[in-house]
């Protein structure tokens, strides 16, 4: 059983569309995250959720918006999307250590 | 925000070689995480590191946490092939707070 997944794998998409990613993890784990990755490989944290409340939100642009309906779920929603956009996106989970994550979403955005 | 530094960005060593990335804080740390990411991958946590001046071996895997816990260093003993790929070093400023993740160094190794 995968421990955190994310769907989809890859998302290509044009400049100023609405997309949304979903993750869901099995480790009951109480806070969940997201990560973006981009083309130099550093890992920025976008948003932390602890038991389905916001307890992070860095400095990211408010067309990227989370849910989550659950404990075991965080999904991403980005509205009007840009070409620096392009990343790939981790959702990850924890309970302290270790940060386990999912496979990665690989968002293109032409 | 708080950093974490790490270096080198790069490294490439023939096989058999050794192979060293450190991460460095201008804070004490807690704690510090290590973590793997194979090319096409997602990160996989190594190890965490808690004492100060603490050493943890993984077979070929040599972990160190500074005497101050302000830095901490990553020994890869005669490299292989199969230890090809991105290596982070990862910290809690404070707790209750995202992981930060330093820059990573990116290891190829050519037989």
């Known amino acids: 059983d995968t421990a955190v997944s994310q769907t989809p794998k890859y998302l290509v998409t044009q400049m100023g569309n609405d997309k949304s990613i979903k993750c869901e993890q099995n480790l009951g784990h109480d806070t969940m995250y997201w990560y973006k990755q981009d083309s130099k490989k550093f890992l920025k944290i976008m948003f932390s959720?602890?038991?389905?409340?916001?307890?992070i939100n860095e400095t990211v642009p408010n067309r990227f918006s989370p849910k989550s309906p659950d404990k075991a779920h965080l999904n991403l929603h980005i509205n009007s999307l840009e070409l620096g956009d392009s990343a790939v996106y981790f959702c990850a989970s924890s309970q302290e250590a270790p940060v386990v994550f999912g496979p990665g979403t690989r968002l293109t955005v032409t | 925000g708080q950093q974490v530094m790490q270096i080198p960005q790069y490294q490439h060593v023939q096989e058999g070689e050794d192979f060293t990335t450190y991460c460095n804080s201008s804070?004490?740390?807690?704690?510090i995480q290590w973590y793997k990411q194979r090319p096409g991958g997602h990160p996989v946590f190594l190890i965490q590191l808690v004492k100060s001046g603490e050493v943890k071996k993984q077979k070929r895997l040599t972990f160190q946490f500074g005497e101050a816990k302000k830095n901490s260093s990553l020994h890869i003993t005669a490299t292989q092939t199969t230890d090809v790929g991105t290596y982070f070093c990862?910290?809690?400023?404070?707790?209750?707070?995202?992981?930060?993740f330093g820059k990573g160094t990116t290891l190829s190794v050519s037989s």
């Open positions: 804070t004490t740390l807690s704690n």
């Open positions: 990862a910290v809690r400023f404070q707790a209750g707070t995202a992981l930060i």
């Open positions: 959720y602890n038991n389905k409340e916001l307890i």
